[in-house]
């Protein structure tokens, strides 16, 4: 028999559900504030050492850094930023769904998911462009073939992902987004997923008049790092079921986009109750054994008796 269950009634009266406002430090929070130290040490370096060739060379994800050995780009990348316009719009992008989504994760899960989609991102982008490039005169005739000198910066990629996993999680509720901050648009949150991911692959392809400086493959690998993140770490069956409609769980409880089976007979140990709850604090739902989330979905049932 199939069972829906809001697993999060049970919880709601546990303080660390309750977010306070004092005494928890915001994630979200806490990875503007690295953002703006980075940008300010970046500029630092720049603007008075005079050492942009060292932030190119070692810092910023080029075509050279693979080959060279500086794999820590993939990741120090994602805390520089091409302008103060840049980072404003990482902020702004985080401030406004980073500060939902860390509510439903531990601390751990959202600096997993952030890193993760970032790093990813940058991988993607640094698959698909090409290393060498042509150099044109002014009639468009090739003088030289050489290293393409693009480079990566921003926290985009990571950005992109915290917003494609708020997507994927309230997939068929309708939200409002305000596009450039400012025209609000109505849409179910799964049209918001869809039409910014084939969107970012769509304008990151070859194609005349669409060329711009944007890492538009770096954005779509960010959300499809939420993708994996939902289906392959939090084994999210409600996230499965929503992309891909035709697979179906059998004989499965689904409690918020969790599945698993519930032996119904078995009494509730409180201390186990206690323990798990204290699980979930500390390392967020994803940790959860299917044991754990069996034990906590019957002592709901019995709070609701």
Known sequence: MRIRIRFFNMLSERNYMKRPSGGQF?????????????FGIQQFVIFVLGADQFIYKYVTLNMRSFSNGYYWSFLTAAFLHGGSGHLLANCLGLYFVGRIVEKMLSARAYWV???????????????????????VDETGKV?????????LVGASGGVFGIMAY????FWDKP???????????????????????????????????LQSNIAYFAHAGGMLWAA??????????AVWSSLFPFVKPKQEMQAEGFSYRVNV????????VNRILDKLNKEGIHSLTEHERSVLDQASRELKK
């Open 26 to 38: 915001s994630m979200t929070w806490i990875l503007i504030g690295i953002l703006v130290a980075a």
């Open 175 to 209: 939200v409002v987004l305000a596009l450039y901050f400012v025209l609000p648009i109505k849409a179910k949150s799964k049209w918001f997923f869809i039409v910014l991911f084939f969107g970012q692959i769509i304008l990151g392809l070859p194609i005349p008049y």
């Open 143 to 151: 003088m030289a073939r050489g290293i393409n000198p693009v480079y």
């Open 166 to 169: 708020f997507f994927l999680k």
């Open 228 to 237: 994996i993140f939902c289906l392959f770490i939090e084994r999210d069956r």
């Open 265 to 272: 007979g078995a009494p509730v140990d409180r201390e186990e």
């Open 113 to 135: 998911l952030f890193l993760g989609a970032a790093i990813l991102g940058n991988v993607i982008w640094f698959l698909t462009t090409p290393e060498m490039v042509n150099y």
